[in-house]
């Protein structure tokens, strides 16, 4: 699309605060997989809901966001790039506004699957803890009259 100078500037400053506020709905997304972790690892699992329902508001708020970015994103000649791709296409003025975005953002997301790595892995143990102490003690509470019971070994 052919912009005079002051069209294609705002729609730049229009992409840029859609990178902002996905950069801050990442931030706000690794303190809940932080705190989540925390949680399981504390055994405090009633908090577990709070934090799912939190995290689904964030996952609806950023997708309607990288949807925007997206639109933006054509507009300014970008569509389907890649960060690295844009700052190879970007002119310099644009170059130096985006890349310390980029890099932060990166960073940003790197710390968002380092957290989500960690609260999954101990989620994971928690639940074998439960699934340990749920058969031991459903086996321990079966009545010995008429045998042992298959159901737990066929059914669940």
Do not use: C
Not at 35 to 41: D, G, I, P
Not at 72 to 91: E, M, P, V
Not at 95 to 122: N, W
């Amino acid at each position: 699309m052919d912009y005079n100078k002051e069209d294609r500037a705002e729609l730049l400053r229009s992409f840029v605060g859609t990178l902002e506020e996905l950069s801050e709905i990442v931030v706000q997304l690794t303190e809940s997989e932080r705190a989540k972790a925390e949680a399981a690892s504390a055994g405090e699992h009633g908090k577990m809901d709070s934090f799912l329902r939190e995290e689904q508001a964030l996952l609806l708020k950023l997708r309607g966001l990288d949807q925007l970015r997206g639109r933006q994103a054509a507009g300014l000649g970008w569509k389907d790039l890649t960060f690295r791709q844009i700052l190879g296409s970007a002119d310099e003025a644009e170059v130096s506004v985006l890349s310390p975005l980029f890099s932060r953002m990166e960073a940003q997301l790197k710390d968002l699957t380092d957290a989500e790595g960690s609260s999954s892995r101990i989620i994971s143990v928690r639940l074998r803890e439960f699934e340990h102490i749920l058969g031991a003690g459903s086996r321990s509470s079966i009545p010995e009259a008429g045998g042992p019971s298959h159901f737990h070994d066929r059914y669940v």
